[in-house]
């Protein structure tokens, strides 16, 4: 009676172990998609915003000198791509934390084994390309839009 019992003792710290090794996977998971994703996403804001200052800047320097209206419209007209690249940027950041949340949440149904939670863990995997997409779609265009900015004020500089 006493080796069933110490068995079934062995098979429940050996369940509980594996859960909260499973649990420690998964927080340092989570912690480490969740820092990878939003140095990523900075990068794309920083990105845009510093052009966005570096042409003001220099708008600056030569405002008043001469032919610098004609230049400074020129140059002007890349803002645009930098101002949409860092809102792109923020929209992306935004789709990630959902994203994230939904992740997370399948995650923590994942320790537990309840019928109900396949169910609801099924409408998660769901919803989460609903928010999978756009945030890799606005990060995407936030760095193709920074290319197409600096292509533009490279383009003006030259002539």
Same mark, same amino acid.
């Given at each position: ?19 909260? &090794?499973?649990? &420690? ?14 140095? &990523? ?44 690249? &860092? ?73």
């Amino acid at each position: 009676m006493d080796s069933e019992y110490e068995i079934e003792l062995k098979r429940y710290e050996l369940k509980q172990n594996r859960w909260q &090794a499973q649990l &420690a996977y998964v927080l340092n998971s989570d912690t480490a998609a969740v820092s990878i994703g939003l140095a &990523a996403l900075k990068t794309f804001i920083i990105l845009n915003a510093g052009a966005i200052i570096s042409i003001m800047a220099f708008v600056g320097q030569v405002w008043g000198g001469e032919g610098a209206n004609l230049l400074i419209n020129k140059i002007v007209a890349s803002l645009p791509y930098f101002l949409m690249g &860092a809102v792109s940027g923020a929209g992306s950041n935004g789709f990630a934390y959902f994203y994230q949340s939904i992740v997370t949440e399948v995650a923590t149904l994942n320790l537990e084994e309840d019928s109900e939670n396949d169910k609801r863990k099924k409408k998660l995997h769901a919803l989460r390309h609903c928010f999978l997409w756009p945030m890799t779609a606005t990060a995407t265009s936030s760095l193709i839009l920074f290319v197409f900015g600096a292509i533009k004020a490279i383009s003006v500089l030259s002539n």
